[in-house]
């Protein structure tokens, strides 16, 4: 009896055994399934946050075994190009700092840029197919290229709005008004791309006050100031405001608020047009209040602004920070102060908008993806982007601005021979609010006005001058250099 | 061949698995050469011959060799393409692993010592830890390989096997360890079995304290826990136990710099990319580099990761054949745990029955520690992938332990009847146990 309770006993101890031992199995394939399990997660959602950080040398491994693509101008002239030393491969810039802020750099210690990062697949040739192909060129024995990439970009316009800017900070944008080509894109400060420079400046570059490494053209968020008058004409015409007539005393006093001409000035009577030419801030900021809060929301909304512009390299979208307005408020946006912020492309854009009869043009950078052997991957055609007024009113501000330019404050911007419009601005900032004279000088402006050929936005940070006076021979040089390029004249 | 009928498509699987892979390495690696071919003949050759021995000798589970033929395959391939002159290294540990297997797994069932050897388990592990520490090498800041001219080898390896051993024995006796009529200041004392058990397990843990290595410690806490739940019912002990271990966790990260590194590692490893996180770092791109499908043999750039072909082979798995195929790690890991937990499950004599639950658990939580280590789902804590890795302590070891593991699957220690009881029997059983009390 003893005995067969013992042997009953042990029995009983495996029974309780075997279920711990399931028990483990069940432990082990919880463990087993959490790695799975947090793998899959892995992939879905942490890796794309972790796998493009600088550290990850797959980046790189790429660029030693391809000859990374070229980049030229609209008429073939290299921009950036791959120079083969012995096994090493170096990205070179002919123009050092012209392109800083239109190619940007490709550094194997601080990563890509602008046009370097967002064509990065490109000009490396990266896709799907790619063992497959990879795989005939080493049977082959050829080596393999990556695609060249043509932009819109005039090296001669360029080189020579560069120029113009000379050592002042600020930014140049020209572009095709009917087709939306960027032919100029000029930032200054600038910086040398290439890897070695880079190198040695890179604590000074994101150390300096004056931010060498900020696109202004693309990035930079100004304060349109009196160009902006020229957006606000828009609504005005649209609703019936050029034929009405305004006193002008020189200064005038909104909601308490004292708004002043420039030099405090007294025009007399102006109507619409007389007010743009001579950049009237009394007159713009009662057409402000006239306009009221909603046609000012309405004008916003149909400029674009708050609105994400898709371009082939980071833009920064401009702002209209309004809930509600009171009076003071629509007096400022009525001459382009308050709470606007614009980038100097998007200023272009509205500009060319107005000269392309209010239809703006998608802008565009890239023109042609290309293979190494000529292969035409990719080619933009020019597309209707949005609309900011109806042709009528559209084609009334032409000739304003037209005014502007023939008679009023953008007399530098005249060309002889050919009929010019445009619009100054001098607008105020953090500096001048602390009463230094630092204002930005702005310029926009498109030529010929009957077949737009050019509009051109320039802006000159803190010159502590008008448009008229800097900012307007900068674009008149432009328009000069494009016609003449282009024949018309 | 009529063996291969039953079982022919799985091995005809790892078979073609290794005709694909060398194939388009050899069109995939720099320089061509038909040395990738023989490799890749030799790996087939080898993976049938072995597979039908397993067959032909009436081993009883033919599932755990063939799931291991699989690993090994993937390890070398993956090896060979990181470098060729390891893989040819591989190969041959791989050959040499599978004469262990047979020759252990044969021999295993003839010697019936192990059990009464539980005093000198101990003793190996301390001697082995001593020849480390007179003969050994600092390796990456831990002193425990032992080189031999050409010719290293990691004692710890080893002690993972004794460990194992020392345990199983120690539960298939469990009051052999009873120090009687000890005498201190005068007085006469006993010391109850259970305690001077934990006692030699804790020293032979302490000693990998010592050694640095961090991943055998916890894999040998890991055995150690699982097999107390199995065998000793006494909660107490197992919370002092528990107990112990969160002590010795939070003591080690306060006073062991080593330990504390890995720790930070782990928590954010981006804070110091190029220093102590640079290794998971690099892992963890890896892995995401790969993406589900992965980039393809060969097409990848594992070679970044430092130590890829040992702790980190499988991360250059998941970049070049992708999560799923890291998740097919996985899985075949899992199988490797349930056939060695099926074939426990089905031995009849105790001693034999805790070494093969003490194998399978070895190769499941060994294979957890490392892959949760380099996907940073736990803190990285350096140890081989079992089969992978590669090396060739990791390799024979684990073929010696494979070797034993179909040791005690032999018809000899299995169950001879199995006894059946009905609930109603066992619960009157229970009763009279009661009484009996």
């Known amino acids: ?489 | 061949m009529s063996v291969l009928k039953n079982y022919r498509s799985p091995v005809n699987i790892v078979a073609l698995i290794n005709v694909i892979a060398f194939g388009l390495l050899s069109l995939y690696q720099e320089s061509f050469s038909s040395r990738i071919l023989i490799a890749g003949s030799l790996m087939v050759v080898f993976v049938y011959v072995a597979n039908i021995l397993v067959i032909k000798l009436k081993f009883e589970d033919e599932i755990l060799f063939l799931t291991v033929s699989m690993l090994v395959t993937l390890g070398i391939i993956i090896i060979y393409r990181l470098d060729p002159v390891l893989g040819w290294k591989q190969i041959t540990w791989f050959i040499i692993g599978n004469l262990i297997f047979f020759c252990t797994a044969l021999i295993y069932r003839k010697i019936n010592i192990w059990e009464s050897l539980v005093y000198i388990y101990p003793l190996v592990s301390l001697a082995l830890f001593l020849l480390t520490m007179f003969f050994g090498t600092m390796v990456k800041g831990a002193t425990n390989w032992i080189f031999f001219g050409d010719f290293s080898f990691q004692p710890s390896e080893i002690m993972k096997l004794v460990f194992i051993f020392f345990i199983a024995a120690y539960y298939s006796n469990p009051e052999k360890l009873t120090i009687r009529d000890l005498k201190i200041f005068k007085r006469t004392v006993n010391v109850e079995s259970k305690w001077v058990f934990m006692g030699l397990a804790y020293l032979q843990m302490g000693l990998l304290v010592i050694q640095r290595e961090l991943g055998t410690l916890l894999l040998l806490f890991s055995i150690y826990m699982v097999l107390t739940y199995i065998y000793d019912y006494s909660r107490k002990f197992i919370l002092i136990n528990g107990g112990l271990f969160v002590l010795g966790a939070f003591m080690s990260v306060k006073l062991l710099h080593y330990v504390q590194v890995r720790l930070v590692a782990w928590l954010n490893p981006w804070a110091d990319i190029a220093g102590k996180g640079y290794q998971i770092a690099q892992s963890l791109f890896a892995i995401g580099s790969g993406g589900f499908w992965g980039t393809g043999i060969g097409l990848g750039q594992p070679h970044y990761i430092p130590e890829v072909h040992t702790d980190f082979i499988f991360s250059a798995v998941c970049e070049e054949l992708g999560v799923f195929g890291g998740v097919g790690v996985i899985l075949l890991f899992l199988i490797l745990v349930y056939r060695g937990i099926k074939i426990a499950l089905g031995i009849g004599d105790s001693f034999h029955r805790a070494v093969a639950l003490g194998i399978a658990l070895m190769f499941g939580f060994q294979s957890f520690i490392i892959i949760g280590g380099v996907i940073k789902l736990i803190p990285l804590t350096g140890i081989t992938l079992p089969f992978i890795s590669y090396g060739g302590s990791s390799l024979t070891t684990s073929f010696l332990a494979l070797g034993i593991l179909q040791g005690t699957s032999s018809s000899k220690f299995m169950a001879e009847e199995e006894i059946y009881e009905t609930e109603a029997e066992s619960e009157a059983e229970d009763k009279l146990q009661a009484e009996t009390e």
């Open chain 1, 1 to 489: 009896m003893k005995q067969k309770l013992s042997q009953k006993r042990k029995i009983s101890s495996k029974q309780k055994q075997n279920k711990r031992i399931i028990h483990v199995l069940v432990l082990m394939s919880f463990l087993f399934l959490t790695l799975i399990i947090y793998l899959t997660y892995f992939e879905l959602f942490i890796k794309d946050n972790i796998i493009s950080s600088s550290y990850n040398r797959r980046l790189w491994e790429r660029e030693d075994k391809i000859v990374r693509g070229e980049i030229f101008d609209r008429k073939g002239v290299s921009l950036a190009h791959n120079e083969i030393v012995g096994n090493e491969q170096e990205r070179v810039y002919p123009f050092g700092p012209l392109y800083s802020h239109v190619i940007g750099y490709n550094s194997t210690t601080y990563g890509k840029s602008l046009l370097e990062a967002k064509y990065n697949d490109q000009l490396l040739n990266i896709n799907p197919l790619n063992p497959v192909t990879d795989l005939r060129d080493k049977l082959t024995g050829s080596r393999s290229f990556g695609n060249n990439l043509y932009l819109t970009i005039d090296h001669k316009l360029e080189k020579r709005a560069s120029e113009l800017m000379g050592r002042r900070n600020g930014a140049v944008v020209a572009l095709h008004p009917q087709t939306g080509e960027i032919l100029a894109l000029v930032s200054k400060p600038d910086f040398n791309p290439a890897e070695s420079s880079l190198e040695e400046r890179w604590h000074e570059l994101i150390e300096s006050e004056e931010n060498p490494l900020l696109p202004r053209a693309t990035q930079g968020l100004y304060v349109p100031g009196s160009t902006f008058k020229a957006a606000v004409s828009l609504m005005a015409v649209d609703k019936g405001l050029d034929n009405k007539t305004y006193e002008d005393t020189g200064s005038i006093i909104i909601d308490g608020k004292k708004i002043e001409n420039h030099g405090k000035k007294a025009y007399g009577t102006l109507d619409l047009e007389n007010a743009l030419a001579v950049s009237s801030n009394t007159v713009f900021a009662r057409i402000g209040v006239e306009l009221g809060e909603e046609n000012l929301n309405d004008l916003a909304r149909q400029l674009g602004l708050g609105k994400k512009i898709s371009f082939d390299i980071p833009l920064s979208t401009s702002r209209f920070d309004y809930k509600n307005m009171g009076k003071t408020d629509q007096a400022a946006v009525g001459i382009g102060q308050g709470k606007i912020l614009v980038t100097p492309l998007h200023m272009a854009l509205i500009t060319g908008g107005i000269a392309n009869n209010g239809v703006v043009m998608k802008p565009y950078l890239v023109d042609r993806v290309v293979t190494a052997n000529g292969f035409i991957l990719k080619d933009r055609e020019p597309g209707e982007f949005f609309r900011l007024a109806d042709p009528d009113t559209a084609k009334r501000v032409k000739e304003m601005m037209k005014g502007v330019v023939d008679k009023g404050t953008g007399k530098n911007a005249k060309i002889s021979g050919v009929s010019v419009a445009g619009k100054t601005g001098t607008a105020q900032n953090e500096l001048t609010a602390q009463g230094e004279n630092k204002e930005h000088a702005w310029f926009i402006g498109f030529a010929p006005v009957e077949n737009p050929q050019i509009a051109v936005s320039v802006i000159l940070e803190y010159s502590g001058s008008t448009g008229g006076g800097q900012a307007a021979p900068i674009a008149r040089e432009l328009m000069v250099q494009w016609l003449k390029e282009q024949g018309l004249m």
